[in-house]
T-cell receptor, first 113, second 118 residues
């Protein structure tokens, strides 16, 4: 089954404790992206990757890091989480063709205390 | 920068009725793509419908159709014969393709929470 998976699905942590949210897709997609969803703001892009070793900032990259060492994986790293990073996070992927649909993972709900 | 506006934070309609969700966007581009995504209580983001700006014909997917008015920069979603399973948050999204690569980020509206009443 074609899918985007994220782990963990739910996470409660404390300020300053480094964490990683994993994202994996099995569709051989070139393009992957991270979004965060906050009430009243919709979804906003954090980082994206056009291919292995190629990443770039989205609209709200502060406080986040990413890496793309393999085509299928695109982890999101919070080096020192803060309460304002409490949010619902989505990973998405697409084939990268012009206007191609992005397929979303199930989301990761993060609470930073 | 592109912006997407959904002016209806919440809507409700009786089961089997038709409902229209509005979306407007602002762009100077001539070639772009528009999407409606559905987010049910499970929080999963599900593609409902996709529209290519250079196509005059409005996209349809079963009970879902759009009214795309390019000059007015309007992209409304019509749900016919609404069902209880249509209860969800609906997001309108805009994508401007990059010339050399193909894909750029989705710019989302703030969403419309739709409730179907039995």
């Amino acid at each position: 089954e074609a899918q985007v998976t994220q782990n963990p699905r739910y996470l409660i942590t404390v300020t300053g404790k480094k964490l990683t949210v994993t994202c994996s897709q099995n569709m051989n997609h070139e393009y992957m992206s991270w979004y965060r969803q906050d009430p009243g703001l919709g979804l906003r892009q954090i980082y994206y990757s056009m291919n292995v070793e190629v990443t770039d900032k989205g609209d709200v990259p502060e406080g986040y890091k990413v890496s793309r060492k393999e085509k299928r994986n695109f982890p999101l790293i919070l080096e020192s989480p803060s309460p304002n990073q409490t949010s619902l996070y989505f990973c998405a992927s697409s084939s990268g063709g012009m206007g191609e649909t992005q397929y979303f993972g199930p989301g990761t709900r993060l609470l930073v205390l | 920068a592109q912006t997407v506006t959904q002016s209806q934070p919440e809507m409700s309609v009786q089961e089997a009725e038709t409902v229209t969700l509005s979306c407007t966007y602002d762009t100077s581009e001539s070639n772009y793509y528009l999407f409606w995504y559905k987010q049910p209580p499970s929080r999963q983001m599900i593609l409902v419908i996709r529209q290519e700006a250079y196509k005059q014909q409005n996209a349809t997917e079963n009970r879902f159709s759009v009214n795309f008015q390019k000059a007015a920069k309007s992209f409304s979603l019509k749900i016919s014969d609404s069902q209880l399973g249509d209860t969800a948050m609906y997001f309108c999204a805009f994508m401007k393709p990059l010339p050399n690569f193909g894909n750029e980020k989705l710019t989302f509206g703030t969403g419309t929470r739709l409730t179907i009443i039995p």
